[in-house]
């Protein structure tokens, strides 16, 4: 795999989701070398990052997730060292880990999501009427459902906005869409099979994610085939609306009336071996080191920083 040369597996980093990432890193480590890719697991800090550019690194492959490492920062750090790396861009990370920015580009094409609102504690009982309730309250800038709590009352959210802002200062409040959860993988230029979610708790949350053995993962995920054709086509419109590429995922809703509400686009999807990117890519027929060296060539479509075209 001369192609790729020195890689280096970024995991770690410095979030709330440091323990998940460094699984995630170590999944793609291993998977890497299996392939015979010269591939070094380094587990990043902030202090650590300049030092990258010193190690005669050719390409990285980020299995990092959350603040830090999800929002563009290393992103952008990368590519003033001129390191090519895996996935979406600078600003299409930090668009996509803006829960509300991404909504508003979502609101801007016309593309279906729930009412939202960054919390204002000065009008947190006018913005309930006006966005309805029950809702959501989340950090704007947080992934693994990590500070998301419902509020079913009026009364309930300055309560439930102090607690959420122990994850980050700004929360936004989201009109709840209540239904079926899917997840619709994205790779290359196509959507991979949808995924339904089925917690046994209220939602997909972090226990449901990472912890529960009860959770049911529904592949293929029983909807008619148009309908998930069509489900398929919105998910890889939205995640195209926000600058994103190379791979992700998409969140939705499915209502009771069967319209679908766009969640949250992820732009650095989990990569433990049963996680739901790799689930998705096994039932499209990709095993685990395929997909992973998939999202490693993401990073041969870049051009390294330093090298310039002669006018």
Known sequence: ???????????????????????????????????????????????????????????????????????????????????????????????????????????????????????????????????????????????????????????????????AQQHGSRILLERLAQGTEYTVGILGEEALPIIRLCPQNEFFDYQAKYESEDTRYDIPCGLPEAMERELAALAFRAFECTGAKGYGRVDLILDELDRPWLLEVNTAPGLRHHSLLPMAAEAAGLNYEDLILKMLDTSLLQAPAEETVDG
């Open 1 to 163: 795999m001369s192609e790729y040369g020195r890689v280096a597996v970024l995991m770690g980093g410095w979030s709330e989701e440091r323990p998940i990432s460094l699984i995630s890193g170590q999944c793609a480590y291993e998977a890497l070398c299996a392939r015979d890719v010269e591939a070094s697991a380094v587990d990043l800090q902030r202090e650590t990052l300049p030092q990258l550019s010193e190690q005669g690194f050719d390409r990285c492959f980020l299995a990092l997730h959350g603040i830090g490492g999800e929002d563009g920062e290393v992103q952008q750090a990368l590519e003033e060292m001129g390191l090519p790396y895996s996935g979406s861009g600078p600003e299409a990370s930090r668009i996509c880990m803006d829960k509300l920015e991404t909504k508003e580009r979502w609101w801007r094409a016309g593309l279906p999501t729930p009412k939202g609102a960054l919390a204002d504690l000065d009008r947190l009982e006018e913005q309930c009427e006006e966005l309805g309730l029950p809702l959501v309250i989340k950090p704007v800038d947080q992934g693994s459902s990590i500070g998301v709590i419902f509020a079913r009352q009026a009364e309930d959210v300055p309560s439930a906005v102090e607690e």
